[in-house]
C-alpha cells in the first residue's frame, strides 16, 4: 500500500468483491494506496479479503451488501462515507448469471391452463438495477467529496453485446448497462464531474460458472492483467474527462466500442437528440449539452449550405436548388462584400460569411442547415505562391474543416462531398496527383475519423470542365500563325479518355439535387458528375466542328509543360498520365448510378451544350 497519510488517500467501494474480479479489482487498488471496501453477500470471504488487505481496518473494511437492495447499498455507502469522509471511485461489479431458464423448454408440452411459474429475475436486479443504485447514491455522495466530482466504473459484458443464447437475462441485463453508462455519462460529468464507464470483458476464468479452462480455449478468454489494465485506465484519467465510454478487455488488447453507428443515418441521429424542454420536464433543469436540442426543429423549407458559392461547382449547385421546391440555399463564402456574393443577395439568397480556415465560424455558418454541399479549391493555394504539396495540406485541412463543423451540426441530414479519385493510391505511390490525392485524403479522414458523418455522406467524382477550354490558359486552343488553325497542346495521348463533368453551371445541382432526392440510398456512395467519357481528339474535333475553326492537338511532354506553366503545368500533366495509367473514374460497387439518382439525361449539359454556349468566346 502507499504511504499517504490516511486523511489525504481516496477511496473505493467495489461491490461484489468477495471473489472474482470485484476481489481482483480491490486489491489492485489498495496497492495503488486507495481505502477500499470489500462488499457482498459472503461475509466470511469478504471479511478475510479485507483483513488481508489491511488487519487493522484501517485503509480496508468489509460490509455486507445485497446490491440488489437499494436499502443495502445505502448502507453500505453511509459506512463508508462516516469510515473516511470521501468517495473518490465506485466500481459497480456484482455478477452472476440466469438462475432459471427463460426458455421454459421442459414446459413445451404442458397444457395450456399450465402457467409457467414467474421467472427469477435477480441476474437483472444484480446486474442492471445494483448498477442504477450505485450510480446514483455514487453521484450523491461524490458531489460532497472535498473537491466535488469522481469516478464510476460498470462491470459490463460481451454478451450484452453480442448474444449468447445460454444466458438471456444475462445478456439484457448487461445490455441494459452498456446503454445505462453511455447514456448517464455526459450529464453527470458536465453537471457535477463525475464520470462514468464501462468495462466489458469477454470469457473470465470465476466461479460465476464452471470449467471455464474446458469451456474456452486460453486465447478465447481475458486475463486479469489485460481486464484490470482497463479498469487502470480509467483510474489514471486524471483530467477525469472520459465518460460514457464502453471498451472491450479483449484476450490481449483493450479496444474502444465507440457510438454505434447511424444505420439508417440522420433519422437516428435525431433520434438520440436530447430535446431540451422535455429534460427540464423530466429533471427540473435543462442539460446544458452543446448539441441538445433547445426547441422545436425549423419548420418550413430545408436548408443547403453551399461552400464555394461564388465559384464554378458551387455555384452551379447555387443555380439549380435555388429553383427546387421545398429548399432555400444558403450561399457560404469568404467575403460576402464581393460582386459575385452582392449578386447573389441581390437574387435573394442568404449569404453567409464563413472561412475555411475557421472551424467554428462554419458551424456557425451551418447552424440550422439540412444539408450541405462541401468543395475546396486547391488551385486557389497553388496560384497565391504555395508548393503543390503546401497547397494539398491546406486543401487537407480545409475539407477537414468543413467536415467536422457539418459533423457538430445535428440538424444536417445529408452531406456532399465533392472530390476526386487519388493517383497516389490508384497508382500504388507512381504518379502523385495533389489537387487530387488530398481530395481523397478527406474521403479517407471522414470514414475513420468521423463515422457518424460518413454514414449521411456522399462523395461526388468531377472531372474535366469543357469551360477550361474557354477560360483556363493551360488548356485554352491557341491560333497558329499564318496557318488559320488552333493548337491544342497537352502532355497526354490524344486517345486518352478522360471523364466530363459537362457544364458547371448546371451539372453540379442536378446532381445534388439528385442525391437529396434519393436520401438514405445515397449514402456511403460515390457519384460520377458525368455522362461521358471521351478522348482528347474527341474533344478537339468537336470543338472545332462548333466554332468552325480548324483545331489540332498536339501531343507534348511533361517537361515541355512545365516549362512553360511551372508548377501548374506540371500537375495538370500529372492528372492526364494518371488518366492514361488506369481509368480513375471506373465505377465500382460503391457508386450509384445516375439512373438510380433519378438523373434526367436531356437535362444534363454535355461537352457539346456547353461549347456551343460559350462559342461567341472563341
Same mark, same amino acid.
Given at each position: 500500500?502507499?504511504?499517504?497519510?490516511?486523511?489525504? !488517500?481516496?477511496?473505493?467501494?467495489?461491490?461484489?468483491?468477495?471473489?472474482? +474480479?470485484?476481489?481482483?479489482?480491490?486489491?489492485?487498488?489498495?496497492?495503488?494506496?486507495?481505502?477500499?471496501?470489500?462488499?457482498?453477500?459472503?461475509?466470511?470471504?469478504?471479511?478475510?479479503?479485507?483483513?488481508?488487505?489491511? *488487519?487493522?481496518?484501517?485503509?480496508?473494511?468489509?460490509?455486507?451488501?445485497?446490491?440488489?437492495?437499494?436499502?443495502?447499498?445505502?448502507?453500505?455507502? !453511509?459506512?463508508?462515507?462516516?469510515?473516511?469522509?470521501?468517495?473518490?471511485?465506485?466500481?459497480?461489479?456484482?455478477?452472476?448469471?440466469?438462475?432459471?431458464?427463460?426458455?421454459?423448454?421442459? $414446459?413445451? /408440452?404442458?397444457?395450456?391452463?399450465? +402457467?409457467?411459474?414467474?421467472?427469477?429475475?435477480?441476474?437483472?436486479?444484480?446486474?442492471?438495477?445494483?448498477?442504477?443504485?450505485?450510480?446514483?447514491?455514487?453521484?450523491?455522495?461524490?458531489?460532497?467529496?472535498?473537491?466535488?466530482?469522481?469516478? &464510476?466504473?460498470?462491470?459490463?459484458? $460481451? #454478451?450484452?453485446?453480442?448474444?449468447?443464447?445460454?444466458?438471456?437475462?444475462?445478456?439484457?441485463?448487461? %445490455?441494459?448497462?452498456?446503454?445505462?453508462?453511455?447514456?448517464?455519462?455526459?450529464?453527470?460529468?458536465?453537471?457535477?464531474?463525475?464520470? #462514468?464507464?464501462?468495462?466489458? *470483458?469477454?470469457?473470465?476464468?470465476?466461479?460465476?460458472? *464452471?470449467?471455464?479452462? #474446458?469451456?474456452?480455449?486460453?486465447?478465447?478468454?481475458?486475463?486479469?492483467?489485460?481486464?484490470?489494465?482497463?479498469?487502470?485506465?480509467?483510474?489514471?484519467?486524471?483530467?477525469?474527462?472520459?465518460?460514457?465510454?464502453?471498451?472491450?478487455? %479483449?484476450?490481449?488488447? &483493450?479496444?474502444?466500442?465507440?457510438?454505434?453507428?447511424?444505420?439508417?443515418?440522420?433519422? %437516428?441521429?435525431?433520434?438520440?437528440?436530447?430535446?431540451?424542454?422535455?429534460?427540464?420536464?423530466?429533471?427540473?433543469?435543462?442539460?446544458?449539452?452543446?448539441?441538445?436540442?433547445?426547441?422545436?426543429?425549423?419548420?418550413?423549407?430545408?436548408?443547403?449550405?453551399?461552400?464555394? %458559392?461564388?465559384?464554378?461547382?458551387?455555384?452551379?449547385?447555387?443555380? &439549380?436548388?435555388?429553383?427546387?421546391?421545398?429548399?432555400?440555399?444558403?450561399?457560404?463564402?469568404?467575403?460576402?462584400?464581393?460582386?459575385?456574393?452582392?449578386?447573389?443577395?441581390?437574387?435573394?439568397?442568404?449569404? @453567409?460569411?464563413?472561412?475555411?480556415?475557421?472551424?467554428?465560424?462554419? @458551424?456557425?455558418?451551418?447552424?440550422?442547415? /439540412?444539408?450541405?454541399?462541401?468543395?475546396?479549391?486547391?488551385?486557389?493555394?497553388?496560384?497565391?505562391?504555395?508548393?503543390?504539396?503546401?497547397?494539398?495540406? &491546406?486543401?487537407?485541412?480545409?475539407?477537414?474543416?468543413?467536415?467536422?463543423?457539418?459533423?457538430?451540426?445535428?440538424?444536417? !441530414?445529408?452531406?456532399?462531398?465533392?472530390?476526386?479519385?487519388?493517383?497516389?493510391?490508384?497508382?500504388?505511390?507512381?504518379?502523385?496527383?495533389?489537387?487530387?490525392?488530398?481530395?481523397?485524403?478527406?474521403?479517407?479522414?471522414?470514414?475513420?475519423?468521423?463515422?457518424?458523418?460518413?454514414?449521411?455522406?456522399?462523395?461526388?467524382?468531377?472531372?474535366?470542365?469543357?469551360?477550361?477550354?474557354?477560360?483556363?490558359?493551360?488548356?485554352?486552343?491557341?491560333?497558329?500563325?499564318?496557318?488559320?488553325?488552333?493548337?491544342?497542346?497537352?502532355?497526354?495521348?490524344?486517345?486518352?479518355?478522360?471523364?466530363?463533368?459537362?457544364?458547371?453551371?448546371?451539372?453540379?445541382?442536378?446532381?445534388?439535387?439528385?442525391?437529396?432526392?434519393?436520401?438514405?440510398?445515397?449514402?456511403?456512395?460515390?457519384? /460520377?458528375?458525368? $455522362?461521358?467519357?471521351?478522348?482528347?481528339?474527341?474533344?478537339?474535333?468537336?470543338?472545332?466542328?462548333?466554332?468552325?475553326?480548324?483545331?489540332?492537338?498536339?501531343?507534348?511532354?511533361?517537361?515541355?509543360?512545365?516549362?512553360?506553366?511551372?508548377?501548374?503545368?506540371?500537375?495538370?500533366?500529372?492528372?492526364?498520365?494518371?488518366?492514361?495509367?488506369?481509368?480513375?473514374?471506373?465505377?465500382?460497387?460503391?457508386?450509384?448510378?445516375?439512373?438510380?439518382?433519378? #438523373?434526367?439525361?436531356?437535362?444534363?449539359?454535355?461537352?457539346?451544350?456547353?461549347?456551343?454556349?460559350?462559342?461567341?468566346?472563341?
Amino acid at each position: 500500500m502507499g504511504s499517504a497519510p490516511e486523511e489525504l !488517500q481516496k477511496v473505493a467501494i467495489i461491490t461484489g468483491s468477495t471473489s472474482g +474480479i470485484g476481489s481482483w479489482v480491490a486489491e489492485r487498488l489498495h496497492k495503488r494506496g486507495y481505502c477500499v471496501a470489500i462488499t457482498g453477500r459472503r461475509e466470511k470471504e469478504g471479511q478475510a479479503i479485507a483483513a488481508g488487505l489491511d *488487519p487493522e481496518g484501517n485503509t480496508a473494511i468489509y460490509v455486507s451488501t445485497d446490491v440488489a437492495s437499494y436499502s443495502s447499498q445505502t448502507n453500505l455507502f !453511509q459506512t463508508v462515507w462516516k469510515k473516511w469522509s470521501r468517495l473518490d471511485v465506485v466500481v459497480s461489479n456484482a455478477g452472476g448469471v440466469d438462475l432459471d431458464s427463460k426458455h421454459n423448454l421442459a $414446459l413445451r /408440452n404442458a397444457a395450456v391452463d399450465d +402457467i409457467p411459474p414467474e421467472p427469477n429475475t435477480v441476474c437483472t436486479d444484480i446486474h442492471y438495477k445494483g448498477a442504477i443504485y450505485a450510480t446514483i447514491l455514487a453521484r450523491h455522495f461524490m458531489r460532497h467529496n472535498p473537491t466535488p466530482g469522481g469516478k &464510476i466504473i460498470v462491470t459490463g459484458s $460481451l #454478451i450484452g453485446i453480442y448474444p449468447c443464447a445460454t444466458f438471456p437475462e444475462y445478456c439484457g441485463a448487461k %445490455a441494459g448497462v452498456h446503454q445505462w453508462v453511455r447514456t448517464m455519462g455526459p450529464i453527470m460529468r458536465l453537471k457535477d464531474n463525475i464520470t #462514468i464507464n464501462c468495462v466489458m *470483458p469477454g470469457g473470465v476464468d470465476t466461479s460465476a460458472m *464452471p470449467g471455464f479452462s #474446458i469451456a474456452f480455449r486460453p486465447e478465447q478468454m481475458t486475463p486479469r492483467e489485460v481486464l484490470l489494465s482497463a479498469y487502470d485506465a480509467y483510474i489514471d484519467d486524471e483530467e477525469n474527462v472520459r465518460t460514457g465510454e464502453c471498451v472491450e478487455a %479483449a484476450h490481449d488488447r &483493450i479496444v474502444e466500442w465507440g457510438h454505434p453507428p447511424y444505420k439508417s443515418g440522420a433519422f %437516428a441521429r435525431r433520434t438520440e437528440k436530447v430535446y431540451e424542454p422535455w429534460f427540464e420536464m423530466v429533471h427540473g433543469e435543462r442539460s446544458g449539452l452543446p448539441d441538445a436540442l433547445q426547441g422545436p426543429p425549423h419548420v418550413g423549407d430545408k436548408i443547403i449550405a453551399v461552400t464555394g %458559392a461564388t465559384g464554378a461547382q458551387g455555384g452551379g449547385v447555387v443555380n &439549380i436548388m435555388k429553383k427546387v421546391p421545398g429548399w432555400r440555399v444558403r450561399a457560404i463564402t469568404r467575403n460576402p462584400g464581393s460582386e459575385a456574393a452582392k449578386k447573389l443577395a441581390a437574387e435573394g439568397i442568404e449569404v @453567409v460569411q464563413a472561412s475555411f480556415d475557421d472551424e467554428s465560424s462554419l @458551424v456557425k455558418a451551418f447552424e440550422g442547415v /439540412n444539408a450541405v454541399f462541401a468543395v475546396t479549391n486547391w488551385w486557389e493555394h497553388l496560384f497565391t505562391g504555395k508548393s503543390r504539396k503546401e497547397a494539398g495540406d &491546406i486543401e487537407e485541412e480545409q475539407g477537414m474543416n468543413i467536415a467536422r463543423a457539418a459533423a457538430a451540426t445535428f440538424t444536417v !441530414q445529408h452531406f456532399i462531398w465533392s472530390t476526386t479519385p487519388s493517383g497516389i493510391h490508384k497508382t500504388l505511390g507512381k504518379i502523385p496527383v495533389p489537387h487530387m490525392d488530398y481530395k481523397a485524403n478527406v474521403d479517407a479522414r471522414i470514414k475513420a475519423e468521423l463515422p457518424e458523418l460518413a454514414a449521411i455522406t456522399t462523395y461526388l467524382y468531377f472531372g474535366y470542365y469543357p469551360q477550361n477550354m474557354a477560360f483556363f490558359p493551360l488548356i485554352k486552343p491557341i491560333p497558329h500563325p499564318g496557318t488559320g488553325q488552333w493548337i491544342q497542346a497537352m502532355p497526354t495521348k490524344p486517345d486518352a479518355i478522360i471523364l466530363l463533368s459537362g457544364d458547371m453551371t448546371v451539372n453540379p445541382g442536378i446532381w445534388v439535387r439528385q442525391v437529396l432526392a434519393t436520401g438514405a440510398k445515397a449514402y456511403g456512395k460515390y457519384a /460520377n458528375v458525368a $455522362l461521358e467519357k471521351w478522348t482528347f481528339q474527341q474533344m478537339m474535333d468537336e470543338w472545332s466542328a462548333i466554332t468552325g475553326k480548324k483545331g489540332v492537338f498536339v501531343e507534348t511532354t511533361t517537361a515541355a509543360w512545365a516549362q512553360l506553366f511551372g508548377p501548374a503545368g506540371e500537375e495538370l500533366a500529372a492528372q492526364f498520365k494518371f488518366g492514361e495509367f488506369c481509368d480513375p473514374w471506373e465505377v465500382t460497387d460503391e457508386f450509384i448510378s445516375p439512373a438510380e439518382l433519378g #438523373i434526367d439525361e436531356k437535362e444534363v449539359v454535355g461537352f457539346r451544350g456547353t461549347i456551343e454556349g460559350l462559342k461567341h468566346l472563341f
